[in-house]
């Protein structure tokens, strides 16, 4: 069974860092995809980021671009976000998610349960 | 960038209905679009891929269709466990881009 747990989220300061983890279990990790995807409170959902199995290639969303760093450990099946120069619009909750296959992006088809950033002094 | 326009926002059905969401893009993006079903205080779920195919284990009632710019989801003989937001995606390129959502509201 496919597992995604996130964890390393929290409230921080406007301007302030964080670094989300994600641990994934139950399926070959460096042969997949990974995605963080996020929902602010009450609003739709966003693609933030995603990176290939082997990690050659990793994407951002504009919003994120140049303050968002997604890697990933193939060899202890963890997936990162590291986050700085935070700001107000940032608050959401981030999801860890699977996709398909190792190339393929937006095939989203197992997601974890989401960790709660808040942004705010 | 790819713009989604879902609509519409909010919907109510009756157990039994047939209830459709569009997703309509700016620009072609062949059959590249998925949809997700999100109920509330959960994580979505992918329900279609490539626009008309239904995903494994997602029950018959759900089918996708459209091509190029006008995508649709539709619901037949609605449940009320069907009650959530539904989100189209599109990955045809990059960045990935959501629909603003359909909340679908069972009498």
């Known amino acids: 069974e496919v597992q995604l747990l996130e964890s390393g989220g929290g409230l921080v300061q406007p301007g302030g860092s964080l670094r989300l983890s994600c641990a994934a279990s139950?399926?070959?990790?460096?042969?997949?995809?990974m995605s963080w995807v996020r929902q602010a409170p009450g609003k739709g959902l966003e693609w933030v980021s995603s990176?290939?199995?082997?990690?050659?290639?990793?994407y951002y969303a504009d919003s994120v671009k140049g303050r968002f760093t997604m890697s990933r450990d193939n060899s202890k099946n963890m997936l990162y976000l590291q986050m700085n120069s935070l700001r107000a619009e940032d608050t959401a909750v981030y999801y860890c998610?699977?996709?398909?296959?190792?190339?393929?992006?937006?095939?989203?088809?197992?997601w974890g349960q989401g960790t709660l950033v808040t942004v705010s002094s | 960038e790819t713009t989604l326009a879902q609509s519409p926002a909010f919907m109510s059905a009756t157990p039994g209905d047939k209830v459709s969401i569009s997703c309509k893009a700016s620009?072609?993006?062949?059959?590249?679009v998925n949809w997700f079903q999100q109920k509330p205080g959960e994580a979505p779920t992918f329900i279609i891929q490539?626009?008309?195919t239904l995903v494994p284990g997602i029950p018959r009632r759900f089918s996708g269709s459209g091509y190029g710019t006008d995508f649709t989801l539709t619901i037949d003989n609605i449940e009320s466990e069907d009650a959530a937001y539904y989100f189209c995606?599109?990955?045809?390129?990059?960045?990935?881009?959501f629909g603003g959502g359909t909340k679908v509201e069972i009498k």
């Open positions: 998610v699977k996709d398909q296959s190792g190339y393929s992006f937006g095939y989203f088809d197992s």
């Open positions: 139950g399926f070959f990790f460096s042969n997949y995809a």
């Open positions: 990176i290939n199995g082997d990690a050659i290639n990793t």
């Open positions: 620009q072609d993006i062949d059959d590249d």
């Open positions: 490539e626009a008309t």
């Open positions: 995606l599109q990955h045809d390129n990059f960045p990935l881009t």
